[in-house]
């Protein structure tokens, strides 16, 4: 038995004591005596302070919560940065620093390691700053080449986690406080919505498109920075705080695709407003039509705030990899890129993960001669064979030559213009037996638009088409009450 | 292009409009007409309502936003649940359900496999249910092997996420509303910190451990239900809410393990409490001396609350595969488990890391035979030199037979009882090439502490201890003050 002399009075204190509603505990002990020396004005009890009001300066890109992230890590990074640069090696760097800190059982890495599959990490498998390294080079290396940036993307730029939903959910909790709100034009990607919300308390603003036509050059759906600014208005009106603007392209569900010009004038709303964008391209390889002239906002040569363009990609759409969970963020703002990756705790992703991604990035040749071409013309077929089966239905749609999906106007087939009915026509759907989502999903104002996914094998394809006509029709086992509109011309030509 | 007969009122309105501050967005458009009918004479504005309201009656378990991650998750999951309960499969089932719904290219998945390790699912890598499945079996199985449990654990009761961090930090969040606290014992493994607030905005309630004997049944640091008792009621009369326990076994940094009769204390005092108890086991492989007994609180006979005890183990330690994001949960409890799950999203892992780890785990022969063997001789080889060491340099510590770490008492070699004067003896040693982790980043309240980590090679120990024994002898090169103290003798017998 260990036994010890000196005698200490026992005080089993609570950490927090009596903090402000955003306050932090005791775990800041040290963090405070350094702030504490820092400011020596500032009041402080032990362990209990207002991190609102020591971080909040920190960095005018970061909301005080994403201030808090940053300093977490920057703080608890002193040992191991300095580690890192100086690591021990038996035969290159003897005198390096040993590390009897990291609480890691290096004794058998022998053994586990026929029974692990290849990482690029040699001893160990912390998520350590070695592979990310080698792997946020390959990233910069690839989307310079296949986003067309004027100039050399950098490494330092780049952050990598487990998939866009935890970019979402990390940006939105480093660059707002809670309850503040980011723009976004709609229809959308519903699940935006779970990923700023869940852990960020980040709510959207939705400026909502719709399929009217009001011009020569206008098209359905179409977005305009008046859209833009009614939608900002009504929200500061409201009283809601805007922090950013979320941008997909190629869009999902639309399909669409911003030109240049259109890019640029959202990225100048949005510096005029001082909001944040993040431009999802997560389908930026799928665009399988060459003539519509896909840009990555990468490619723009003079952003106009560089410092609030957060751009990201991954791998699950354009090389069918969902599962795999790999997601990158590029921006020139640090503040964002630290407070972002220091969140990798919770959404980082494997060290073999990263391994195996680098290895894919890298290999250009199988990428170009190999990949890209013969699945782009497989999805082309495929969205041909989908376009022409619905032209045969008579049912409008749009679609652009990007994504995996058409947009369809089945407003038609609906009794009445409710979303009630629109979750009817998708549950007659689903009964015989084919998936669909329904517009309400990517909260289309409009009831009846449906988004098809296309990207699929040929015979179930037909299928699933053949599924469709009979509920259309109605002629599926389960529509007991087929809608009344079924044989109605289809109101436009499809694009 | 197309074109649209049909004109609509244009208005970019506003989802949230005036919304409560844990008010949700139009987002909840669909689920509130749903919540409507249910409860008509709720008062909803479109898109607006109060989400809390709706969901805190949802389960006696979880916070307000667990409620809410658990009711999103559900809702969204109606045409997915249909759908994978009836899977079209040109062979086996050629009237199941045809997915035209998920957005996932299935075109080039032949071109694909041969770049991509192997996975578990056949077609596409979809986060889906198949994997996990396995996966979750595997678990159980191997929970129920290692943790001696009086009869089968349950795959349904088995969540994977992609480490104990994101374990934390999930279930921080559906048990607690914003500011509420865990209790834990300190000294702690100080991530836990962060873990719970970053995302979770959760404080801890420290149950402060001190180095006193107190009677001849006792030891240092020993943590008993008064300890818990008067923690908890200092945090409440400072008008913190108290939601849970953290438990540490074998506990990090003090390589502590609690005997089954101080676990059931410690549970039944959660239990009159009506508090949840995470206990993190991430050790409970590497208990190196079989004499210490441990035991899991799985194996325990009856829990006093299993409804609200929910067990954690890893990888990371047990494993040395920290890199390899791979952490379970453990909880009969199926709304916990249901609303962390949920979070997958974010806390994800690759489909072929679900796969290589359900390999591992099936692999019982391997690890009862060659691997647990092998590493328990190592571990217990390497802290015997260290403890020799230690001894020699006349350095008290503790430590218990479990884990990668001593815990070491270097308060004589301070030459006051300061945490600025541990962190200068931290610096000397880092100055001096060795890299420990001092009390403080523990939350240890004596200052002097620090955690020595000695699961590496022997030449690292070696040169690790020589460099540390000159810091403590005052004979390294950078130490410009060496404490006076450095001849005393030890205060105490070892362990």
New interface residues.
Partial sequence: ????????S??????????S?R?????Y??GL?REAARKPDQKLLYGVGDPTAMFSSDSPHLSS?GS??KW?WDS?EE??R??HM?E?D?DRNP???????????????D??SR???R?C?DV?????PH?EGILREEVASFLSFYCKSPAPLKPENVVVL??C??LF?ALA?VLCE??E?FLIPAPYY??I???V???GNV??????L????TGLET??FQLTVD?LE??LQ??IS???KVKGLILINPQ?PLGDIYSPGELREYLEFAKRHALHVMVDEVYML?VFEESVGYRSVLSLEGLPDPQKTHVMWATS?D????????GTLYTENQDVATAVAS?C?????????QY?MAQ?LR?RD?INQ??LP??HA??KA?HTYVSEELRALGV???SHGA???IWV?L?KFLPEAT??EE?LL?RRF?EN?????FG??F?C??PGWF???????A???R??MQ?IRQVLEGKSQVAEDPPSCQTQEP?????
């Fill in positions: 038995m260990f036994t010890l002399p000196q005698k200490e026992r005080k089993p204190t609570t950490c927090p004591g009596s903090v509603t306050g932090l505990h005791s775990i002990g040290d005596e919560r808090i992230i977490f608890a040992g191991y300095t580690y100086d021990y038996e005198g390096g620093i040993i590390n009897l800190g990291t609480s890691e059982n290096k004794l058998c890495f053994l586990l029974r692990r599959p990482s990490v160990g498998d912390s998520a350590g592979c487990n998939g939903a935890s959910s909790t809670v309850g709100a519903g699940a919505t779970q990923h919300y869940l852990y709510r959207l603003v939705c400026v909502y719709d399929s009217e036509v098209h359905p859209k009614m939608a009504g929200a409201e009283g809601v999902n799928s759409k090389f069918g990899m969902s599962g795999l969970r790999f969140l705790r919770y959404h980082g992703l494997s060290g073999f993960v195996q894919l290999d199988w190999v990949y013969e699945n497989r999805l495929a409008p749609f749009l994504g995996f999906f106007d407003r979303f009630e979750r998708w689903l037996k084919v998936l669909l989502s309400k999903a909260e104002k409009e988004r098809l996914v296309f990207s699929d094998k015979h179930r394809l299928l699933g599924r109101r436009g030509p499809h694009r």
